[in-house]
């Protein structure tokens, strides 16, 4: 089968050749005299004599104009002939088939130089399916009428038909297919979609398609936003711009005024996708209008925002006044700026409220107003100026003012000062009385209360101070101190002082005295005699000679004696006036003088004693300082400590102290002793006091104690103890217990002590306001007379039974303990007071 094949090829070719070899002339190749070739491509044609070649000259192509082809490919020709190998062949080159270069394209040649010979060959061109404007992606727009393009050639002209989503679409009222397109009349969202494009051309049989992707665009609208916006001055703060729209909208902003596009400056920026416009930080100026357009590729919308800027408040303006109390009208202004326009309220520095608008609740002198201030300058701001309106100005007005604007940015606050004037006073010169005596440099001073500040000057006894070197002044106003030296009479009198500023004048009388010393006391008492010590009080003198007294002095002399010889002691005032080291039996002449810081007054209040004879010692009182119900509480189990002050002697030196103590028992006839006593002696020469120990706890004590001299025993002082409890110990509470108070004992004795010390210090004033005395005065004379102050404790003790001890401070001891002389004689659970040893009494 192959075989025959091979032979059948090789006929066709020797018969060909025979052919050839007998027909002289020209071949061109391909054969076909029509040659269908596409638009845009090369073609190549090639003619060659057939035989004899050598016979043929002048070979050339001719195109369809006629002219001949020119073999000239390096000049770029379009068109253009190449002899190819060496048989003679010429080929005709169209390098880039044209529609125009369509038509009868001939060879020819001259053989044996006679003959003509010319062959023709037709180029016929086609145009493929080209696709000339047929987008893939189309975007018409929502409820306009829309073409969707699909522009094809071909030459033969294809026949276009149109699929939606493979369904073929044919023309109805919304759909018209039109030469270059498919028009979509009122386009919606639904035409999305895949549109095929087909061309078909039956004579080249060509067939293509086109998918043409729709999406319907809607221009942008916005979203619903608020038309105002507001940021603070030097804050930042944005823009929101937003709005729908298919594909999604980007964003410009625009200021209005300058129509500045902000999309990217120093303080602006503009996102283009989210429209968001950001400003920090916000100025002043950027208050307006702002354009904020949206922007897809189905249209463009642009839409106003107004841009409020909050100007924080600024006090711009707030002057001080100073008037003069009962002016009619003070006005304080404050000018303050900001936007919106501040609200200007005012509060007095100290005072927790603001004024309000009006007229005030409180006080209807006091008006505040607002009010709105034009620009100053055109173009400028409006500002508000707040008035606070004081009507029948007092000095109490005068004060700081806080200027306090407020606005939705903040508050601003300043201070301003209301000055209110007034002439002087004296009103806080307490002084009008001075002192001094034998040159004595004494010092007067006034101060002078005025607005603005007054100046001083002084006169004495109404005269001009003139040049004086023993007086001297020192600060000439508010304040003045006058530096005087008395060196005689003319320097006491009357001390003007003269204060005077724009308002008035005012004057202040000191009185500068002479100094004496104090006259002659009035009276010295007895109160308390032994055989060698006499303890005195003073009724002190009438006239204390301007000063007040120092110190009392005695002068003594034995009996017979001259006043020459006499013996004298000095008592700072205030202390205990004892006077001891006097001898039992003898005689004395006492008497008496003050002093203040001058001198001495004369003697006076003579007195005349004979001292008691010799005796056994005085009692010796047994002190303590926590005591409740009249019984001492001893902060210890098994001891307590027993003190006392030394007795005076009565003429014989104590030689040693006797102590008694018995466990006791309180019953209706007082404290009694259970027995178990013991004694001990103790000798004088040591400090009063002595621990008792080995006793038993929570136990009562009966205790009395005695000094001895040569003479005997004296009275025994007496005192009930009480040992503490141990805490260790529980179990039914002796008898004697019944009445332990439920508080602590310790805590017991420090309230009774705070009330005593209450009770104390109410007796001290009412000396004070009845006798002008001081607590320590009062000590030692007592309130008034001293009878009347026993009586009157006497009398108390007597009416009612004393819940506890009556205190005293013993202030002499600075330790500010109290301490109380215990007295159990008698029932044994009554306390009575003796005063203090530095007591006058
Ligand atoms: C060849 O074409 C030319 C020009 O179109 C024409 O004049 C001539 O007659 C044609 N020759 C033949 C053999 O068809
Ligand atoms: C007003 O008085 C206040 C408080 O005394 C002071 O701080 C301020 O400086 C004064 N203002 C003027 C303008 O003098
Ligand atoms: C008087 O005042 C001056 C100055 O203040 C002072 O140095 C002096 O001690 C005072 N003199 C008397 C006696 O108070
Ligand atoms: C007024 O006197 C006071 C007290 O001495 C002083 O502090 C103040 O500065 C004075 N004022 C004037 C205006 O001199
Ligand atoms: C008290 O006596 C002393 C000496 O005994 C004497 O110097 C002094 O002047 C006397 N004082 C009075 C006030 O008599
Ligand atoms: C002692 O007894 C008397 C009378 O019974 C009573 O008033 C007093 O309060 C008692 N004292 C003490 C400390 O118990």
Redesign the pocket.
Known sequence: MRQLRILAATFLLISAQGAVSQNVGLAIQPTDPVQVKPVNQAVLLTCKPTAQKELFTDLKWTDPRGEIVRQDKQQGQAVYTETLGTDGTLALIIRNLKESEAGVYSCSATYANSEKFVKNVTIETYVAITWEDAPSEQYPILHSDYKVKCKVHANPAPIVDWFKNNDAISTTDRYVIEANGLLIRRVTEADDGVYTCRAIVMNTGEYQERHIKVEVHTPPSFEEMPAEAEVVEGDSGSLTCRAKGKPSPTYTWIKEDTREELSNSLRFSTNPLTGILSISPAEKNDRGNYICKAKNAAGEVQRLVELGVVVRPHIDELINISLPAGSNEAHLKCVVSGWPLPHVTFQRVGSNERFTNGVQENDDRIVLEQERLPPTVPGGEERTQGHLTITDVVKSDDGLYACIATNKGGEALKNGHITVEFAPTFASTPLKEAWSWDNHPVNISCTAESIPNATITWRLNEREIDRDGNIKQIGNGPKSILQIIPIDRRYYGVYKCVGKNIHGEAQHDILLREAHPPSEILQAKREVITATTITFTFIGPSNDGGLPVRSY?V?YREGGRNWDE?????WPVDSPYILEGLEPQKSYSFRF?A?NDVG?GNWAAEDYVTMPKRSSPEEPKIIATQVLDGVIMSPYLDRFELRWRIPPDNGEPIDLYEVKYCEARNSSDGWISEGNCRDLELPSSGPPSFHVTKVKPNTHYKVELRARNIIGYSVPGQAIFKTARDPTKTGPEPITEAREPVLSSSALVGIVVAGLFVLFVIVDISCFIFNKTGLTYMVTSGCGSKDRMDSEINRSAEKEPLKGPVVLINDDSLTKETEVEYDAKGDGTRVTIVPPRHSAV
């Open positions: 002095a002068q006499a013996l004298n002691k000095t003088s002093r001495f």
